[in-house]
């Protein structure tokens, strides 16, 4: 049982950095922590797919004389896209943050809230 | 020859014109690239539909490698419907967007807006033309991220916190989607979607199958605002610019809905759905989403809230139909969408000029403003007859269905549903008549003329089309029967 446990720690910390960031993202009033915690749940799901793609005594898929058995590139591939996927939301979310405080002149959630209540 | 490319033509046109757009100067320009674009997709995509119409299938293999290695774009009817959906309410809204936007979008920001438009078509069109699952929630992230832009550009400071709401439940959405696409690839090694099907049915009662699926069901769901994760809509569409208000209720929920048909049936297939209690979770939430989102737009005080939670409850209809998992409820569905697109378009096209004349969406604004604007207040009848269902609209059609396929299966509780949400449409509908038409006009309202003619005459176009597709049901009905039958659902 602990073996199993300790095999596969790499899947145990995708759970923890999951839970994690989707606590933060949920639980957290202040958007840029908000932006933060969903970068870590992303960076969970980036490390999820890495490890799918990890062969047991595979080297870097690299063709070389002397080895046989490599790792599969394609999830690292897969990956390269969901970066560029969740740099773009990064960016995308802090330049509204930024927009945000513009006009409401804070990033708390429950500030920008009662600002709201009165039309 | 061409034939072969045309689904990726309807992709990449708008990519190129994309970047270019944002480059051009002044206010008329880049709105010429983009009306030309929308316009050559649409024949595009309408002539893709017509060759596919016979049930055959266009598959295009990118940069010539051959699935299941390389990508493949692969196009039969409910793709192809799909991506005219799309296409054709770009197209429509190109023409009303250039009074609107120049009210609407600072000067400096008008070509950015085209550009942060065409993108979005690029992510809608893709989802519609992609066979390769993770190509799909690349073009999905494409659209999304776009329309987080669009609805930013809102005239109001709470399009900004409504685009941030919808940046984060997206998000979580879209990641959903990729933990299980990730987890469905790590049981089968392939992530085309023909691929997928043949290797996932001996394996469907495995484990990491069942967390796949339901780590993807749950993100599409986000997507498609099925309730109870619906709360991202409402905002979105009420603080959007008047255009993008059009074109996301017309299409983004929409292609959400082909994109849970497409994974359920095609890639997943019918019979997981017998395993897990997915069909009665579907059919659950479609009941309350009816009829709870049907109440709350009553007790709206904005009209493009009402419409928002209206189409809400609009697309729970279709959820409904996936549930039902028959051949008569998919069909249902996919009339529906076609439909649905056609009213709430028109829907959103009148309030938008509204919006254009009274500078506000709020009822105590817009008080007795259809008497002082006819034809505007006349289009918002029709298509709201046709969300009621009224015999003669594309709304009935869809309404019939939906009843036909409750019935088929002995479901008196569904058509009971389909039923009254009809009826709480009545109400909702008629207090947008009370407040516009029966109520005294304010002062300022009594200044107010009718929408200029570029605003009405796309809104005319779709409230024609609304009554052409409710009397000529032929083609609808071909392309759902069609698409159904390939689908392949065991009941």
Redesign the interface.
Known sequence: MIDVFISHYNYWIVILLMMAG?YT?INHGN?IK?IAG?NI??TS?FL??IS?GYVDNGTTPIVAEGFTRYANPL?HV?IL??IV?GV??TA??LA??V??KE??GTIEEDE?QEQ?MIP | MIEQNLSLLLVVIPLLAAPVAAILPGLRPPWLLALAVTWLCFVIAGWQLFTVMDGSIISYELGGWAPPWGIEYRIDAMNALVALIVAGIAAITMPYALLTVEKEIPRHQVPLFYSAFLLCIVGLLGITQTGDI?NL??FL?ISS?ST??LI?MGEQ??A??S??QY??MG??G??FV??GI?LV??ETGTLNMQDLHLRLQPILDHRTIHTGFAFISVGIALKLALFPLHLWLPNAYKYAPSAISVFLSATSTKVAVYVMLRLLFSVFSSDILMIEPTEDILLLLGIFGVILASVTAIYQRDIKRLLAYSSIAQVSYMVLGIGMASNMGVTATLIHVFNHALMKAALFMAAGAVVYRAGSSRFEKIDGMGRQMPWTFAAMFIAGLSVIGIPGTAGFISKWYFVLAALEQHSWLIALVVLSGSLLSVVYIWRIVEVMYLRPATDTGLSVKEAPYALLVPMWSLVLANIYFGINTELTLNIADISVKLLDITD
């Open positions: 989707f993202v958007l908000k969903l749940f992303q799901v999820l797919y799918i999830p897969l896209t969901a996927v773009s939301t995308l979310g509204l943050v927009r945000i006009a409401y920008i709201d | 993770f929630f690349v992230e991220l987080y832009v930013a400071r709470r900004l916190t685009a941030y940046l984060i998000s979580i879209a990641t990729l933990i990730g690839y790590a």
